[in-house]
């Protein structure tokens, strides 16, 4: 659901659902603190028109799951600055992330890549005693996509507040 301002041009909306094999599920909720962040691909520029040519991650959410099952993961569509305060808020945890560690698309700055939203990339957390195994792993198998540690989950009430991304429900 989402709304436009008055005298927007009109836009259509899909969606799709699908199913997942139980012991294959990975939810947003069910991080751990001590947790590193991860994120793939490059974020930001999506309003410089990077929202119309991208590739979803279903291929390497499913190789993540069944190689190094993730603690939580969700994707990045509304932007990290809304995405992860969610993951992080219904796991119970806060977070911390390191500006100058995210991954920036090309004529991108921290700022857009923490608020612009509709990067399509993935946002999940992993045991922090797998990630040198993860990351070896995942850049022979996916050797042109960047694998970015980002930063940590923490105890709930730590860590930082990001604000930005893509607000649905914004008026004018």
């Known amino acids: 659901t989402s709304s436009a301002p008055e005298n927007a041009p009109a836009f259509i909306s899909i969606a799709a659902t699908g199913s997942v094999e139980r012991g294959h599920l990975v939810l947003r909720s069910t991080a751990k603190p001590g947790d590193d962040l991860f994120v793939t691909g490059k974020l930001g520029g999506s ?33 990290l600055g809304k995405d992860l305060p969610r993951l992080a808020s219904a796991s119970g945890c806060g977070f911390t992330i390191d500006e100058i560690a995210l991954p920036l698309s090309e004529n991108a700055n921290a700022q857009q890549a923490i608020g612009d939203g509709e990067d399509f990339e993935l946002l999940f957390s992993f045991p922090p005693d797998q990630t040198a195994a993860l990351l070896n792993a995942w850049h022979e198998i996916f050797p042109d996509l960047p694998l970015t540690v980002i930063g940590k989950t923490t105890p709930p009430g730590e860590g930082m507040e990001l604000t930005g991304g893509w607000d649905h429900f914004k008026q004018g």
Do not use: C
Request: net charge neutral.
């Open 47 to 79: 309003l410089s028109g990077k929202h119309l040519d991208f590739t979803p991650r279903i291929a390497e959410a499913a190789w993540l799951v069944r190689h190094f099952k993730p603690s939580a993961m969700m994707d990045l569509s509304d932007g």
